[in-house]
């Protein structure tokens, strides 16, 4: 699998050469508040599959559970596209709206929908947890 993205602007791009380790959506407070919408989604990468071309601005945040979770955004166009978590070294999250094609995109995984806004319905068939 080879897949392609940028942010809006184009400052930032990346490349992909391998498949996602996990695939999922996201309803908890500081992924609402970060996309401005309902929820996140993101596809989850070894870091070494991925090549960043560009540089990024970012900002950590203590999760629930105690983990930094330092997430990466264009400074230019401010469009956020990756993150990574310390309790998963060695991998990336990377925002599936920044893909080029994001056809093969389908969340695995649907967590935190005790936080979900009633407006944000999801697929009935993907599995969901109330939390992490």
């Excluded at 609402?32 to 870091?47: D, E, L, M, W």
């Excluded at 070494?48 to 997430?71: E, L, Y």
């Excluded at 978590?85 to 709206?97: D, L, M, Q, R």
Aim: net charge neutral; charged share 20%; proline share 5%.
């Amino acid at each position: 699998m080879k897949l392609t993205g940028s942010c809006l602007c184009g400052a930032v791009s990346y490349e992909v050469s391998g498949e996602p380790l996990r695939m999922a959506q996201c309803h908890c407070t500081a992924c609402r508040k970060i996309t401005g919408t309902g929820h996140n989604v993101q596809a989850f990468f070894n870091a070494s599959d991925v090549a960043i071309n560009g540089k990024t601005s970012t900002h950590q945040s203590t999760s629930d559970s105690g983990n930094t979770r330092t997430r990466h955004f264009c400074p230019n166009c401010g469009s956020r596209l990756f993150s990574e978590n310390s309790k998963a070294p060695g991998g990336i999250g990377i925002a599936v709206g920044s893909f080029d094609d994001v056809s093969w995109f389908k969340p695995e995984v649907v967590l935190y929908v005790s936080q979900r806004p009633a407006w944000d319905r999801d697929d009935a068939a993907i599995p969901t947890r109330e939390e992490m």
